[in-house]
């Protein structure tokens, strides 16, 4: 019934949906008992002449269809909070009124979300049991200071002192427990318009000094034009700085922060004024170099290379080191997008980056370059055949076009980690079926998460519609994200689109 129950909503069966839940809670509702062949076909009995009952499609029928909003670019809010059920509740609510949420329970979770995944809107507790929204905001402020995150803190605390001191941290709203959920869209609505004009008017990026991507849509515009008329060709890197991530490890975002803007400050330095430097994501940067073939761009930026690597930054009494690798290419075809000059360009950088990194490697001939993909396991463990089947059906179709996806599906905790390659160098996505045999998938995550790599894990569960209790303990082994049974299969996809722009 377990199986029935998950599947049958999932695929749009939906009145076979509601009878076998019902029939499923009246079956958990008398507790364990021993029941006899006669008694089970008993209690099945009317499922199974449902069931067996043809279905009748006139033409007359009516059918209601229900728009729903998948996009991946929806407004991302990071709900932190302790209270799961609130949790919950509010990530239900906002993703019914069209945005895209990331909820935890952990506050070391949330911060490494809000470096990771830029949002658009921070919510958050004002009390922990082990810590409070003030030590998180204090812990982000940096951050705040230069990118403008609009943030709401929701407390049953009314205390003058507790106001005063949040806005003085820079918090930008307030509501009292318990939310009214209308009240609360209209603010974020309100604040997010205000996120947008504010982004409209500036092309910089806030944090390093570079231009950000909204202007690069302009720039190409205005070289595509230029070329059309004169027939000018121009040379398009994209940069990476190496090992980046075990910067924010080791020595923390701030830091990381301090690497980014003094790359940027290099780069302005050293490229001509003519060369636009633009954050394309994280520690990714797109450099356009007007007039330049792309042999003497590459040469150019080898050279670089050799000069970043040697500027010094410094942690505490640490002092430390970092080099970049890049992709180039010339772009000597004006079109009506981007998109495939970037692609080869960024082809071209995994070269580099799979050769040892610290170098750059050049591409002339791009109408011909084929892209190069970098690898992603989806891993998908259910004891649900079907739901395996419909999974791996589903996500044959790329949820990423940068991405070459090895799927991989699995009955049991037990064969997933019999089975699958755990030691490959690239990430892995799994989506995780709560409700298992033996090894169920909370011990399946407690062990993934007990890894020494659990880092390159990314944990999708898949819960019960009512199991509360579920969500909670899910959140709190360290999921990245949950999926009630029965999901609509766009609304996975779009999960894990979201997911995998935060691994690569």
Same mark, same amino acid.
């Given at each position: ?10 695929? *749009? ?40 009952? $043809? ?24 709900? /932190? @909070? ?21 909820? !935890? ?11 990771? &995944? ?24 940096? %951050? /705040?200071?230069?990118?403008?995150? $609009?943030?709401? &803190? ?50 910089? @990026? ?13 720039? =190409? ?5 230029? #070329?059309?008329?004169?027939?000018? +060709? ?54 356009? #170099?007007?007039?330049?073939?792309? *042999? ?14 040697? &500027? ?7 002092? =430390? ?31 580099? %980056? !799979?050769? *040892? ?15 190069? %993909? ?9 004891? @649900? ?19 070459? &996806? ?6 049991? *905790? ?7 390659? /755990? ?10 079926? +709560?409700?298992? $045999? ?13 890894? $020494? ?6 944990? +999708? ?9 579920? !969500?909670?303990?899910?959140?709190? /082994?360290?999921?990245?994200?949950? +999926? !009630? ?20």
């Amino acid at each position: 019934m377990h199986s029935l129950k998950g599947t049958s909503g999932t695929i *749009g069966l939906h009145e076979l949906h509601a009878k076998v839940t019902a029939l499923h809670d009246a079956f958990l509702a008398m507790g364990r008992k021993q029941w006899s062949s006669k008694q089970l076909k008993l209690f099945l009995a009317e499922l199974i002449s449902d069931i067996n009952q $043809p279905s009748e499609i006139t033409p007359d029928a009516q059918y209601t269809t229900v728009a729903i909003d998948y996009r991946i670019d929806k407004p991302l809010a990071l709900i /932190l @909070d302790d209270d799961v059920a609130l949790l919950t509740y509010l990530k239900d609510e906002l993703e019914a009124a069209g945005w895209s949420v990331v909820a !935890t329970a952990s506050p070391y979770k949330a911060i490494e979300y809000f470096h990771a &995944m830029a949002p658009d809107s921070l919510i958050l507790d004002l009390h922990f049991s082990d810590s409070d929204g003030f030590q998180v905001i204090e812990t982000l402020s940096e %951050k /705040l200071k230069r990118q403008y995150v $609009p943030t709401m &803190m929701i407390s049953h605390d009314t205390s003058r002192q507790a106001k005063l001191k949040a806005y003085r941290m820079g918090i930008d709203d307030m509501m009292v427990k318990p939310i009214d959920m209308e009240e609360m869209l209209a603010r974020l609505d309100r604040q997010l318009r205000n996120k947008r004009r504010l982004e409209q008017l500036l092309f910089i @990026d806030e944090l390093t000094g570079a231009y950000n991507r909204k202007y690069m849509h302009d720039l =190409f515009n205005k070289l595509f034009t230029e #070329m059309k008329r004169s027939g000018e +060709v121009f040379s398009l890197a994209v940069l990476d700085l190496d090992h980046f991530k075990s910067v924010n490890d080791t020595y923390g975002h701030l830091i990381g922060d301090e690497v980014l803007r003094g790359f940027v400050a290099f780069l302005k330095a050293n490229l001509r004024s003519t060369d636009s430097i633009i954050r394309y994501g994280g520690e990714e940067f797109v450099i356009v #170099m007007p007039r330049l073939e792309v *042999g003497y761009a590459k040469q150019l930026l080898t050279e670089l290379i050799e000069g970043f690597s040697q &500027m010094s930054f410094h942690s505490g009494d640490a002092v =430390f080191h970092c080099s970049f690798s890049g992709g180039v290419t010339l772009v000597d075809e004006p079109t009506s997008s981007s998109h495939v000059w970037i692609e080869a360009a960024d082809t071209a950088l995994y070269q580099a %980056k !799979t050769a *040892g990194r610290r170098q750059i490697v050049a591409t002339t001939d791009s109408n011909h370059f084929e892209p190069m %993909k970098r690898k992603l396991h989806i891993a998908i463990v259910d004891d @649900d055949p079907m739901i395996r089947k419909l999974l791996t059906d589903e996500l044959e179709e790329d949820i990423h076009d940068r991405l070459e &996806m090895v799927l991989h599906a699995f009955s049991s *905790g037990e064969q997933f980690f019999q089975e699958m390659d /755990l030691n490959d160098s690239a990430p892995y996505l799994i989506i995780l079926d +709560v409700m298992m $045999p033996q090894m169920d998938g909370f011990s399946v995550l407690r062990r993934i998460r007990d890894m $020494p790599n659990e880092e390159k894990f990314t944990v +999708v569960m898949l819960t019960g519609r009512k199991s509360e209790q579920d !969500t909670v303990q899910a959140l709190q /082994l360290g999921a990245d994200d949950y +999926v !009630t049974k029965p999901f609509n299969i766009e609304e996975l996809k779009a999960r894990l689109k979201r997911l995998v722009n935060r691994v690569y």
